[in-house]
């Protein structure tokens, strides 16, 4: 494998990790349209009811099941980027060796 493809990687690999840290701080933009959706939904729906004067907890709830269902999606994709390049890693050092091994000298 090449190193435009080890450094397309690396490069997948620091946004992805931008965006785990946002998340991890409370931004929105990271999110997919489902997840925003839900944070959206569980917003109002808390709005509502603290100006109803009733308990916000299963609002808050949602906003944390959500925004943890974030996280772990953006760590597995971290965790599977981190694969691929450790592949793309050990293939390109097999072929360096074999091509050094077939060599004249």
Request: glycine residues 6%; proline residues 1%.
């Amino acid at each position: 494998m090449s190193n435009a493809d080890i450094r397309r990687l690396n490069r997948e690999i620091r946004h992805t990790s931008k965006k785990l840290e946002a998340v991890r701080r409370g931004e929105l933009w990271p999110l997919t349209g489902r997840e925003r959706r839900a944070m959206a939904r569980a917003a109002a729906s808390g709005t509502y009811r603290l100006a109803r004067g009733r308990s916000t907890g299963r609002a808050e709830q949602q906003i944390e099941s959500t925004t943890s269902a974030a996280e772990m999606r953006l760590s597995a994709e971290l965790n599977a980027l981190h694969g691929e390049r450790q592949r793309l890693i050990t293939e390109a050092a097999r072929a360096k060796a074999a091509k050094k091994s077939s060599g004249w000298w």
